[in-house]
């Protein structure tokens, strides 16, 4: 419908009318078209109008431009036939020189005197002067319309408005159910993040007050310089701000529509065709002494004229390339920008990066608010899993894998790696820290010996990370430990009374590839270092034992660490032979529970000054729901 309107428009334009007025009447199912141009005669009518294919510019003098001089827009005389395609019954008023002339046209009878003898002519009924209304110009009655629904008098207008470049220049208006069409009916210019523009227009890049980018463009080209443009191609901000209809490149030629898209001839295929809008204007297209270039449906060019071939390439290696290349790093940028200017939090987060850190933190921003097809709830979730991952990349020096993130994919798999830490909490490595921060805390802050005695034992085979920080995250064989364990106490026997009842407990560990055995002593009591030697010396045979009865010969001779734990250091009453010395240096090590304590807030000191960093951390990422909700 709306090319079929543009056609009776095009024919307002050529009669020198001022104002078109389009009246849409669902209820009837009609749509009249008044306009206040020169009208006909009655031999406008029959030799003109009614002749299918008068081509006036060829035929008169002067045809070329009207009387008011305007390049008129009409070339073959067979648009007058497209109303025909939404509506069976045309009626036909007008007015000229005090000449008062209407009449009706019938799909159906039309249809009717080909089937009968498909050499007569048709001759419209006359519906006498006394009906025509208007005082000048042209009325043009649509009724009986095929579409069971008419379209609204909002979505004529703003489709209109995208196929005629000349509304409100040269005294022209249109109105739809009174109210007039503008260029802001196109409903796109507000929406235009970057724009390239052509021509010599002082006043086009004002009509994009959001644009972030405005760029000047070549519009003369050619051999001998003959062709010349004007008009502007423009991204928008967001792919829901066009649909199919004007996600395109319109060519506009003696200020109306003839190309409906020049993109899609362009065969691009980066995702920023999805957001390119444009309309050019290239009047050389529709000379009057040229060959017609336009096809008979009137909104298409042929693809195999030089003209049409020459435009294409001159846009496709100058301003579509600058724009395949610039608009994604010119949205990454500008959405970084806007993350830090409208969400709070990650701006809070951000702003406690050093400056190499922050470049990084501002090229992950604009990955995520360049995701094409990624929601608010989307790009939430994605900042929240991508700040962990930072903070993570951060402290292993690895933040260069940020700049290999591309797609949405690429950040689920980041969000899926960082998202999933598993150790004792199971979460992110700030609960890990948490969590053994807290428990370090817990140690230190016990007085009493046997209390101290005891939450020790209750962790510290589950916390092997208090022995040695390297053991955060050890590699646990639990069958061979379940085994080992139950065979270790079969042979419990070889341990003297006084031995077991100094013991809590004993157990072994494979620590990423390591055998250790740990033993805890109660607090109170004392152990001369030579018996402990004694005992050493004895696990470390009965593990060797274990290990070759369950497991084979390859682990005889591995060598095994054994660290005992106990509440005061091992006595020595005498200096250490050679050999004892060997023997303590050979995978044995004893230490005190508040030595390990002393030894751990040592290990995890990093932890515990980034405690409050890591706290802060939470805190801001909990709050990015409240930048997403606003």
Not at 75 to 83: E, F, R, Y
Not at 567 to 578: A, C, I, K, M, V
Request: glycine content about 6%; overall charge negative; hydrophobic content about 35%.
């Amino acid at each position: 419908m709306p090319a079929v309107l543009s056609e009776v428009v095009a024919n307002a334009w050529d009669a020198d009318a001022e104002n078109v007025k389009i009246s849409v009447d669902s209820d009837k199912k009609e749509i009249v078209i008044c306009d206040d141009g020169s009208g006909m005669t009655d031999e406008d009518i029959n030799r003109k109008f009614l002749n299918v294919g008068y081509q006036k510019r060829t035929v008169e003098k002067n045809a070329g431009i009207t009387s008011r001089g305007r390049k008129p827009m009409g070339k073959k005389g067979i648009g007058k036939l497209s109303v025909f395609a939404i509506a069976d019954t045309v009626e036909i008023h007008t007015v000229r020189d005090g000449n008062r002339f209407a009449f009706k046209m019938d799909f159906n009878e039309i249809n009717e005197q080909i089937r009968i003898d498909p050499k007569s002519d048709y001759h419209p009924t006359d519906l006498g002067s006394e009906i025509v209304t208007i005082s000048t110009g042209t009325k043009v009655v649509l009724s009986n319309l095929k579409k069971q629904r008419t379209p609204s008098a909002s979505v004529i207008s703003r489709r209109l408005a995208r196929r005629f470049s000349v509304i409100g220049k040269d005294n022209f208006n249109i109105f739809v159910n009174d109210e007039p069409i503008t260029a802001k009916d196109r409903k796109y210019y507000n929406s235009i993040e970057y724009v390239w523009y052509f021509g010599e227009q002082n006043k086009l890049p004002s009509k994009f007050p959001n644009a972030l980018n405005k760029v000047a463009e070549d519009y003369i080209y050619g051999d001998y310089e003959e062709y010349e443009i004007s008009g502007w191609i423009g991204t928008v901000a967001k792919q829901d701000q066009i649909n199919e209809e004007t996600n395109g490149i319109v060519i506009f030629a003696s200020g109306k529509l003839v190309h409906e898209n020049l993109l899609k001839d362009m065969m691009q295929g980066g995702v920023w065709t999805k957001y390119v809008i444009g309309e050019i204007d290239a009047d050389f297209m529709d000379e009057t002494n040229s060959e017609d270039i336009i096809t008979s449906a009137r909104q298409s060019l042929n693809e195999n004229d030089d003209r049409y071939i020459d435009l294409k390439q001159f846009l496709e290696q100058g301003v579509i390339r600058r724009i395949a290349t610039n608009w994604l790093k010119w949205r990454r940028e500008a959405g970084a920008e806007r993350t830090l200017r409208e969400r709070e939090n990650v701006k809070r987060w951000y702003e406690r990066l050093k400056p190499d850190q922050q470049k990084k933190a501002k090229q992950l921003f604009g990955k995520i608010e360049a995701l094409i097809g990624v929601d608010e709830e989307g790009k939430r979730e994605l900042y929240k899993s991508s700040m962990f991952a930072f903070e993570r990349l951060m402290i292993t020096d690895q933040l260069s894998i940020l700049s290999t993130l591309q797609s949405e994919q690429d950040f689920e798999v980041l969000s899926g790696i960082f998202g999933s830490l598993t150790d004792l909490a199971r979460v992110h490595y700030y609960d890990i820290a948490k969590v053994r921060v807290e428990l370090i805390k817990k140690f230190e802050e016990i007085i009493d010996d046997d209390k101290k005695e005891k939450v020790i034992q209750k962790h510290i085979f589950k916390a092997l990370w208090l022995l040695d920080p390297s053991w955060e995250r050890a590699a646990f064989n639990s069958r061979k430990e379940q085994t080992i364990n139950k065979e270790f106490k079969l042979k419990e026997g070889r341990l003297s009374e006084k031995q077991k009842r100094a013991r809590v407990d004993i157990r072994y560990q494979t620590v990423t590839g390591k055998h250790v055995l740990i033993e805890l002593k109660r607090y109170s009591v004392s152990t001369k270092l030579t018996e402990l030697l004694e005992q050493v010396s004895l696990y470390k045979n009965t593990l060797q034992e274990c290990l070759v009865e369950k497991f084979g010969e390859q682990y005889r001779n591995v060598p095994v660490e054994v660290i005992c734990i106990t509440g005061e250091r091992p006595t020595s009453h005498y200096q250490l032979d050679e050999e004892e010395k060997l023997k303590l240096a050979a995978g044995v090590r004893c230490l005190t529970y508040d030595e390990l304590i002393e030894n751990a807030l040592l290990s995890y000191n990093d932890y515990l000054q980034a405690e409050k960093r890591i706290s802060d951390l939470v805190d801001i990422i909990e709050s990015i729901d409240q930048d997403f909700n606003t």
